[in-house]
């Protein structure tokens, strides 16, 4: 075996420190700040979580030991009883009842506002809604719904009796709604008669009827009405969600939840393969999410805060609805397409509504930057303090485009690495106190200890790849795959050993900054030499023609395998055969011969998840000319493949 894994190319050398003046009034204050509390949690990893919870979440009964670990099984705060909904909603009633925990726009325009005493009221009367249905503690509820405040109020109202929730992307289709609702043992569907996207309403209650036609577990469906839909209602079985909560008190005391009690299942976004029911439980997931988002977006009272994520997402859930509202912020919720009614829609939401935190995809962001600098140009951007990222490693060229255009070169961006299975954020800036190199996440959070190893789990010297480890168990570690322990032990804890292998590979430079470098399924082997996505598909962007690029790997007698890239370019540039030689050229001047594509395809569009990520497992066998096998059942859309397979 080599003493690498994979091999790295690129080299960024740009650097942006702390906006002078952001460390005096963040949580986190300097690198000397980030040092201490790194230093504590080496020191002391249980008593520096330990101290966290006690002095950040509010407990019902206090825990008898911090953490019970027996690898792969952790249980944070044993014995300790609390609830999440109680922490994000009750304790703030008295300092907080009338500030803003909901804001809300829809596509159509309407705006709502929910104060912490209004979505208290709201979350206690689904919840005894629930009750009256006979949901109990344990019984599973799918959240199947358009990204409306009532969402929230769902999943906060699971939380607050101690029923399981598993929030469905409400763009899935019924088929993918189906086995969801299957696997998770769903007793419950919550959902709506239809939600606006893209100027269209989706037919959610249609497909609610069909999943629940091949699901027989479900006894309930709760609709809301949100766009005024005809829909059948099956008597029994359908309820309409004003009826159902007009009769309920509006006071539902918090269940207190053991510390290890199931919180949610929430299925990964499948773009390695069939997606995973991740477990999540309660007392470790409310700590992590809360200090991530109180540290990372630096939330203070003042702050509006807009995380662009469907609830569908595990980042809707952590930094959406938990993390912030457990700390008493404003978050903002958008329904609609960033299109609708046209490209400037977002840069209109954080004038009007004076968002000061946004935390966005990197797809998103190579959208934008193809829509053209003239949208947020028009708009009132200052209110803007911080930027964040999520989702996909983000391209240099991305970053800098952020960074420049919407930051207006002010805002510190957070470039955040985590995983649904991770819970919360792992590796990232705290933006006081990190000087920030575009394209890399940076360090990780204090107190979790990540790595990048060799496959005997041996660190890998300065800028060697290798693969991105966990060596410790953090609070909102996933507990298991949903009735599936095998596929966790498995998947996460027996390939490196003693380490949680999260199944992404990455370097750190000398500095110890943390540079992901794509997947470890799609690092492609040339000559010997294995090389991730990520460089070659920087090369590619740093192009100016270029808008996105997904890179793979096609066998090759030769070589092993050949690199094929697929790219797309920006919306005024045409493809020609110079235009093809130049983006080979740029790609070997940018990080050498070694990356040379073999083949550039060009891609009206490249198929990604509905979470926005690139299948490249899909592009590898388009280009190897082989069968579409595997799972597909999150890609976006399937005409982008049909598409490339004529084009
Ligand atoms: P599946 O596990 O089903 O294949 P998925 O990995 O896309 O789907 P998620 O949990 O939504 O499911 O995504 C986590 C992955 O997203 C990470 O493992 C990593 O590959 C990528 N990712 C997320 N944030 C970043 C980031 N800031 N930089 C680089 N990669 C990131
Ligand atoms: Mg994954």
């Known amino acids: 075996m080599s003493s690498f894994e994979i091999e790295s190319l690129l080299h960024e050398n740009r650097r942006f420190a702390p906006p002078a003046g952001f460390g005096e009034g963040a949580w986190i204050k300097s690198l000397e700040h980030y040092r201490e509390l790194c230093a504590r949690a080496e020191a002391d990893p249980e008593g520096f979580w330990a101290d966290l919870a006690r002095s950040e979440l509010h407990w019902f009964t206090p825990w008898q030991q911090v953490l019970d670990w027996q690898e792969p099984t952790a249980r944070w705060f044993v014995g300790g009883k609390l609830n999440l909904s109680y922490n994000c909603l009750d304790r703030h009633l008295q300092m907080r009842g009338d500030k803003v925990a ?35 503690k344990g019984d599973v509820v799918a959240i199947y719904m358009p990204l409306v405040p009532e969402a929230a109020v769902a999943m906060l109202g699971c939380a607050r009796i101690g029923a399981p929730h598993t929030v469905v992307f409400g763009g899935f289709s019924s088929d993918a709604l189906r086995d969801r609702l299957i696997d998770a043992r769903a007793r419950v569907v919550v959902t709506a008669d239809g939600g606006w996207r893209k100027g269209a309403i989706i037919p959610l209650k249609p497909r609610v009827d069909e999943a629940v036609a091949q699901a027989p577990g479900v006894a309930h469906v709760i609709c809301l009405k949100r766009a005024g839909q005809q829909v059948a209602m099956e008597p029994e079985r359908d309820h309409w969600w004003h009826e159902l909560v007009a009769s309920q008190s509006a006071e539902c005391p918090a269940e ?22 991740v477990v999540h439980t309660t007392g470790g997931y409310n700590l992590y999410t809360h200090i991530t988002s109180k540290w990372i977006f630096d939330l203070h009272d003042e702050d509006t805060y807009w995380c662009t994520a469907d609830v569908g997402w595990i980042t809707g859930h952590s930094y959406v609805v938990y993390g912030p509202l457990s700390n008493g912020a404003t978050t903002f919720m958008f329904e609609g397409a960033p299109n609708q009614p046209d490209p400037g829609r977002f840069w209109q939401l954080i004038e009007k509504h004076r968002i000061g935190i946004f935390y966005t995809a990197p797809t998103a962001i ?34 800098m485009w952020y960074y420049r255009v919407i930051g207006q070169e002010r805002c510190p961006i957070v470039d955040t690495w985590w995983q649904t299975e991770t819970g919360g954020i792992m590796i990232t800036p705290l933006p006081g106190a990190t000087t920030t190199k575009p394209g890399s996440a940076t360090m990780p959070f204090p107190g979790i200890v990540a790595d990048v190893v060799d496959r005997e ?44 292998f999260a199944g992404d590979g990455a370097r750190r430079d000398e500095e110890g900054y943390f540079w992901v470098m794509g997947r470890v399924d799609d690092v492609i082997n040339v000559s010997g030499h294995r090389l991730g996505t990520m460089e070659i598909e920087s090369a590619l962007v740093s192009h100016p023609a270029v808008a996105e690029a997904a890179v793979v790997g096609r066998p090759d007698e030769l070589k092993g395998e050949a690199i094929v890239a697929f790219v797309t370019v920006e919306s005024e540039v045409e493809m020609t055969p110079q235009l093809l030689d130049e983006l080979r050229a740029h790609v070997v001047k940018e990080i050498g011969a070694l990356a040379r594509p ?15 990520k690139i299948m490249r497992r899909l592009l590898r066998s388009l280009a190897s000319g082989s ?21």
């Not at 829809?106 to 809604?129: D, I, K, Q, T």
Request: charged share 25%.
């Open 256 to 277: 207190a939840m053991d510390s290890e009690d199931l919180l949610f299942i929430l299925y990964t976004s499948g773009t390695t393969g069939k997606p995973k029911g």
């Open 366 to 399: 190579r959208t934008f930057i193809k829509w053209g600098d003239d949208w947020p140009a028009r708009c009132d951007l200052s209110s803007l303090r911080l930027l964040g990222t999520v989702g996909e490693p983000i391209n240099p060229e991305a970053w």
């Open 627 to 647: 069968d579409l096998t595997g799972d597909t059942s999150t890609l976006e859309d399937r005409s982008v493949l049909e598409k490339l397979r004529e084009g």
């Open 102 to 136: 909901v804001l809300w726009e829809g596509e159509p325009g309407e705006v709502r506002a929910l104060s912490y005493r209004e979505l208290h009221a709201e979350v206690c009367r689904f919840a005894n809604a629930l009750k009256g249905l006979g949901v109990g």
């Open 457 to 500: 789990g041996n660190s890998c010297p300065p800028n060697q790849g290798g693969y991105l480890v966990v060596r410790r168990p953090w609070p909102s570690m996933l507990r298991t795959v949903y009735r599936d322990p095998e596929r966790y032990r498995q998947n996460y804890w027996s390939q490196i050993p003693h380490a949680y």
């Open 598 to 612: 073999e083949e550039i395809r060009y891609a009206e569009a490249l198929p990604k998840t509905r979470s926005g």
